[in-house]
């Protein structure tokens, strides 16, 4: 039978020791008073916002800010990075993980790091998030600070975007194959997801280094233990991948106008094609139309042999048309 965490919408929680470099995971029956960190540790809590019940929660603790708060609860769909008062608080952009696969579509993860203590919490489940938590229950002596912490799931979301670079690479060397090959076949509609998925990808990188950077210009005394160092590492990490997700887009974009280029090039044949074919049948339809009015007097029209006039006349502006085609350098 499964229990019910004491704590709502708990996910897990770790009580991390740096001098021991170890960490223990909490029971999820649990009390709040648990919670509370030993000396010389810090507590990392992961909470489901499912949960409706997690915002009176997180007011409850009584060391959060009404800001932090609304940071952790907050439904907006977009990043933020705040420091205020030696704690950092805001949103991240992850991937979400569906029960046995990983999937492309953007989730969010609000985090806060205050004091002795990171909160972390998500609407989906994400992929980052639970890398971190298996790194962390392999090797725990990697983190000494919540900041640590906070380091290692941007980290895994820089890991998780080269592997998704390298699918999308794939992707696009297969459409790249099929686009130079001499068999004509219109790959826009698959070229299109992975062009969005693209774009996607470097708004949201690019606004995540604009705010990291944001982040690192404040004053020292508004960033937690730690920060400014990791901040700079992660800013490395994540413009190395922006460089590589940038050159997807642009690559993705100079497909796109190959494509556009031999369906513009295909267009423009098949109307030529058809130009031709009424500069060929003008002439001749000229003709039939003139023989064919119910006037008097028409040439050929008691004489023996007039049909066979008629076609010769036919023929001959057939030549004419194309000598003058000829002649003017369209054929």
């Known amino acids: 039978m499964l229990q019910t965490p004491a704590i709502p919408g708990l996910v897990w929680a770790y009580h991390l020791l740096p001098e021991e470099r170890t960490c223990r995971r909490l029971l999820p029956e649990m009390g709040r008073s648990e919670l509370d960190p030993q000396d010389g540790a810090f507590l990392w809590l992961h909470l489901n916002l499912a949960d409706q019940r997690v915002p009176a929660f997180l007011e409850s603790l009584g060391t959060l800010s009404a800001d932090v708060v609304a940071a952790l609860t907050t439904h907006e769909t977009h990043a933020s990075i705040t420091l205020d008062e030696q704690s950092v608080y805001g949103t991240l952009v992850d991937f979400q993980r569906e029960f046995d696969s990983d999937t492309r579509d953007i989730g969010w993860l609000h985090f806060a790091v205050v004091d002795r203590m990171i909160i972390t919490t998500r609407l989906q489940p994400l992929r980052s998030i639970d890398r971190v938590r298996a790194t962390l229950e392999k090797n725990p002596a990697r983190c000494r600070q919540p900041i640590d912490i906070f380091e290692m799931i941007v980290v895994e979301f820089q890991r998780t975007l080269i592997s998704l670079v390298m699918e999308l690479t794939e992707e696009l060397n297969q459409i790249e194959d099929i686009v130079y090959d001499n068999t004509p076949r219109d790959e826009r509609r698959r070229l299109a997801p992975v062009r969005r998925t693209v774009v996607r990808l470097h708004r949201h990188l690019r606004t995540i280094l604009t705010l990291m950077r944001r982040a ?45 280029s031999k369906l513009s090039s295909e267009t423009n044949r098949h109307l030529y094609i058809l130009s031709l074919m009424t500069a060929f049948l003008l002439p001749p339809t000229l003709v039939t139309g003139f023989f064919g009015m119910n006037t008097s007097e028409l040439p050929f029209a008691h004489s ?18 194309w000598w003058l085609l000829k002649r003017a350098g369209i054929l």
Do not use: K, N
């Open 216 to 260: 690192a210009a404040s004053d020292e005394e508004e960033m937690p233990p730690g920060f400014d160092d990791a901040a700079s590492r992660v800013m490395a990490r994540l413009e190395s991948v922006d460089y590589d997700v940038y050159a997807l887009q642009e690559r993705a974009r100079l497909l796109h106008e190959e494509m556009d």
């Open 304 to 321: 023996a042999g007039g049909t066979g006039y008629a076609l010769t006349l036919i023929i001959l502006s057939v030549l004419g048309a």
